[in-house]
């Protein structure tokens, strides 16, 4: 998922490409255009615009934040699950974040920035991560909620970026979907063993947990398109694929059946298949709710943040020390 | 690497995997690691969690040495007109066209 960055990076994308220093400069440009045209993919090492290369950059990193960061409401629950066989696919799915993170902080160095460059954004606050995971995970039953609904609405933000126009990131992608189906499975067959050979109060614990989470990830998919200034450019570069209320409302209209199958109630009075659109009508989104978790003010946001602070300063020594050793084995080959 | 590592950051390795006995190994990420052991360990640890491969090989990145893409189209566009090279070139009586 994750794809905020593009709507939540203010104007520096939107901003008018720089007066064209040269005719060779030219030149690139328009090859750079013909291929995007063309559909071809763009490679590390080839010619790009600059705020190509930053926009991309920017949603990379955030895009790897978002997945570490998604591992601190999970991993919160490793050590409650209910079952071993919970235990050992809760830790299998943590263990895939962080998997993914790597492989989306391996192509986001591609553009040029280091993976310490792109903590230190992080851990300062520069960078952002999606807002979903500035939200607590209370319960149980916010585990599966998790793997049902914010990694379905990931997938189904995730698999047009497969066709991302930079191929390095595409490559990240179509690997991270191929193991995301699994993380959205797991969820649901989790909450229905609940809301099926469940108690009572079982299964008002799903409904809980889905009254909580749905609305935040509606927001996942990032404002309304006509407050999303840098989608046209996004589309232009094929970096963005499919708009934001597009999504959203495939997102939707995924999960209505899902539910009902489920027997939870999505908390939305007006919720309603509308015959002539084809499409299920939902209610209005609360986006100064979205900006302000964006802006650092949800519910876990310092709470998140101070742990991979933590979890970076802890392993400090670790680090050093494994840089030692190897330096240590260098030099013992290189005076034998 | 040859050179002892004096920077602050781990680096950089490429990674392949043969998925299944007889392929050939291929390309399929980096990670950082410290040294060409750990590199394999985790490798298999992010690349293999599914039973992606039968074996692995790490490169360090700096030993890659790769064409310029700039180089593009006077290394490879040779190769467009030389349709000869291909099989499909010579249309042969059908009787030995199964050739």
Redesign the interface.
């Known amino acids: 998922m994750y794809t905020q960055a593009m709507d939540t990076m203010g104007k520096e994308m939107a901003e008018a490409p720089k007066a064209l220093r040269s005719a060779e400069e030219l030149a690139l440009q328009a090859r750079f255009d013909e291929s995007i045209d063309a559909g071809d993919f763009i490679?590390a090492?080839?010619w790009m615009p600059e705020n190509y290369r930053k926009t991309l950059l920017r949603q990379i990193s955030q895009h790897a934040h978002s997945e570490i960061v998604g591992m601190l409401p999970e991993g919160n629950w490793i050590g409650r699950a209910p079952t071993l066989k919970r235990k050992a696919i809760l830790l299998?799915k943590v263990?895939?974040e962080g998997?993914h993170g790597?492989?989306l902080y391996?192509a986001a160095?591609t553009l040029g920035s280091?993976?310490?460059q792109m903590l230190d954004a992080l851990h300062t606050g520069k960078a952002k991560y999606s807002s979903i995971f500035n939200y607590p995970t209370l319960s149980w039953a916010d585990i599966g909620t998790i793997g049902w609904l914010v990694d379905g609405a990931a997938i189904m933000n995730q698999v047009p970026i497969c066709r991302c126009s930079y191929a390095p990131y595409a490559?990240?992608m179509i690997?991270i979907c191929r193991?995301e189906s699994f993380h959205q499975r797991q969820g649901y067959d989790s909450l229905m063993v609940m809301m099926q050979g469940g108690t009572d109060a079982q299964r008002a614990m799903v409904q809980d947990a889905v009254n909580r989470w749905w609305w935040p990830c509606l927001m996942m998919f990032g404002p309304p398109d006509d407050q999303s200034p840098n989608s046209a450019q996004g589309m232009r570069w094929g970096i963005k694929r499919v708009s934001n209320d597009t999504l959203r409302q495939k997102f939707v209209d995924a999960t209505v059946d899902q539910a009902k199958v489920l027997g939870v109630t999505l908390p939305d009075p007006d919720l309603k298949w509308n015959e002539e659109r084809g499409h299920w009508d939902f209610g209005a989104i609360d986006w100064p709710e979205f900006y302000r978790v964006v802006a650092g003010e949800g519910p876990n946001n310092r709470e998140r943040l101070a742990m991979r602070v933590k979890a970076w300063d802890d392993g400090a020594w670790v680090?050093e020390a494994?840089?030692a050793?190897?330096?240590k084995?260098?030099?013992k080959q290189?005076a034998a | 690497m040859t050179e002892p590592n004096t920077q602050k950051e781990w680096p950089l390795w490429e990674v392949f995997v043969r998925s299944r006995a007889g392929l050939d190994h291929k390309h399929c990420g980096s990670l950082h690691a410290t040294d060409a052991a750990m590199a394999i360990q985790m490798a298999r640890d992010v690349y293999t969690r599914r039973q992606e491969g039968s074996s692995v090989w790490v490169v360090p990145s700096a030993a890659i040495t790769a064409s310029d893409p700039g180089d593009k189209a006077m290394y490879f566009d040779p190769a467009e007109d030389k349709v000869y090279r291909h099989p499909t070139f010579y249309k042969l009586p059908s009787e030995v066209d199964h050739m």
Do not use: F
Request: net charge neutral; hydrophobic share 25%.
């Open positions: 490679e090492k080839d299998a263990q895939d998997g790597l492989y391996a160095e280091s993976r310490d490559r990240a690997r193991e680090r494994a840089m050793h190897a330096r084995q260098t030099t290189q």
